[in-house]
């Protein structure tokens, strides 16, 4: 098959269906789903054929062509790079993506409004295939809104639900202040290299290095705070965790919130190592930070919100520790590249363990009647087997247990971070540490101990619909760190991958990783001994558990900076609008139009004698000019 | 004493002006229909009196067309106070302000 029809019919099929759905399966619900999931299957052959089977090619047309002053013109494309990268996230894509829908025809299946759930999906399968293929900046920032608009959708799904309500707004409005630095990151590169192409960009940037500037790469970086949810602009992850929970593992885990990432390695040649050093620290203090306010969570879903975060903030701190290559000697190219495929490789890995996670925790809220706080919960483990089974897969490969997938990944970014910056090394080792430990006190108390509520008590293993991709993701979770496992398409990332050769540091890392995995599970064990019904740290140090519960207070700042400085500049503005604008241009006109309304209106009698005498008048008047007596 | 075209213009003007204040101060929309047909015969001796004075017959012409036009007129005004006063139970101006508001 050619590859241009591939990129078309993969861009129609989830933009049909969720058109279809929208348009006339509102109220058939089984049906949406049905045809949802048949569309993300198809979908995915396509998808898998271009990866395994088609050539790397690119594809574009153009889109929109003006004529600009001076004889240039201004050009945006429609057009597919389908690299190695693309390839990857492409793969990342279509299987979370697959398995998410199969496992909500399960979740969802009670729910009132199940095709509004679908279309939403599907609407953001097309969405999120656009950024993953996109070969210029305007497409990239139009497609990054759309996945904002079906994430805002998504996480509204329940939206009798004031919460739900305010989380979807919140992420909405924290990603546009993010999506504003994108932007202009947008203009001021087309202001420097004239081109929005990707190709064109990386020729460009090669060949005059000095068009780069710091200011660039982070602006650009701007809009990987908002959609990656990084320090400044991370509050709105955790309340995303409104939405129904395979929409919390599909797009706030895997692939969403992974674009950030995403795009940064896809631009990688825009960055600067200054930047690249802004964007290392951002992602430390992401990770760090997450993982310490983790502990200060009951709703599982939140834990688990936190630990994505702090995953994210990894990744980032990768993609920044490849310009702290350079400084120390590697070739720029080759540093930053390598910090690219090292988050993309626990990007990739870390789609695979925490969708496990977060749709086991689908399967055990949906197993106790949507109970998500873990200390209503306890004793799930003789109840739920499978379930416990893939969980237990999913703790320890995000605790870096030697041989499954988060331990390949995060051993490489520990690598780099030890070559390069030793206190960022240090940092992420805790983080480690601390992530072995939090997600030990979810599994402990979640599934040991005895039932501390009705609905725990009552809890029976989900249905075969939820429970096949928890176990495909499960298998993944454990072969996804090997790079044989993808096959021969990803030369590009593999390659760039760094590996350690000191076989101390290796040994470190297989005793590291052992240690804060299942040291984390039995520590917490100890903490948190599930036969408590009350968390240690609530009962033993209250102030800092409320604390870490209220996110160490960044939420509330923000509330406090938005109602008391924010409201009121808006409320001088509004009251000068009013004034100026509104009253005195825009009401002022209208007003003057309207003052000769009301006088022509007070001659409209309704007495045809008044209109004779007006008639007189007017023949008195034109008798007057033509006779000459009135000068006009 | 002769009676010249300074004596038919006079008669003219008074009939004019007698249809033109009746127009104005009678309501009942019949009369003021006839007064209204009495300055079309105010301007048609006027047009009949310069015709004869200057000794052409273009006014005589003209006449002709509004005596026509007058009688066409009569039918469809007639008709419409008619409908008027069928659809309204009255043919009085001052009642009929519909188009005011």
Redesign the interface.
Known sequence: MDAALIYQLLFLIPLVTAAVIACFMRKKHSLAARLSVVSAAVFSGLGLYLIYAAERTDWSVSWLSLAMPGGRTFEIGFGVLFNDLSALMLLVLIIVGLLVQVFSLGYMKDDPSKARFFGGLSIFMFSMLGIVLADNLVMIFIFWELVGFSSYVLINHYFDKPTAVAASKKAFIVNRVGDFGFLLGIVFVYWQFGTFNLVELEAKAALSPGLLSTGMGLLLFCGVLGKSAQMPLHVWLPDAMEGPTPISALIHAATMVAAGIYFTARVYFLMTPEALNVVMWIGTITAVFAAIVAFGQNDIKKVLAFSTLSQLGYMVAALGLGGQAVAHGHGVEAGIAAGAAVAMFHLTTHAFFKALLFLNSGSIIHACHHEQDIYKMGGLSGKMKVTFATFTIGVLAIGGFPFLAGFFSKDTILHLAHENNTIVYYILLATAALTGLYMGRLYVVTFFGKARSDNAAHAKESGPAMLIPLLILAVLSCVGGYTAFYGHGFHDIVHAIPHATDSGFQTLMYITGTVFSIGGIILAWLIWSPRRDVDTLESGAPAVFKALGNRLYIDAFYDWYVEKVQDRVALILSFLDQLLISGLMVRGTAGIVGLFGIVSRSLHTGNLAGYVYWFAIGVLVLGAIAFGTLKI | MTIGLNEFLVVSGLLFTIG?VG???RRNTLI?FMCLEMMLNGVNLALVSFSRYNGTMDGNLLVFFIITVAAAEVAVGLAIIVALFRKRQTVY??E??????
Do not use: A, D, E
């Open positions: 033109f127009i104005l101060v003021v101006v001052q009929l302000n519909g188009l005011k508001n």
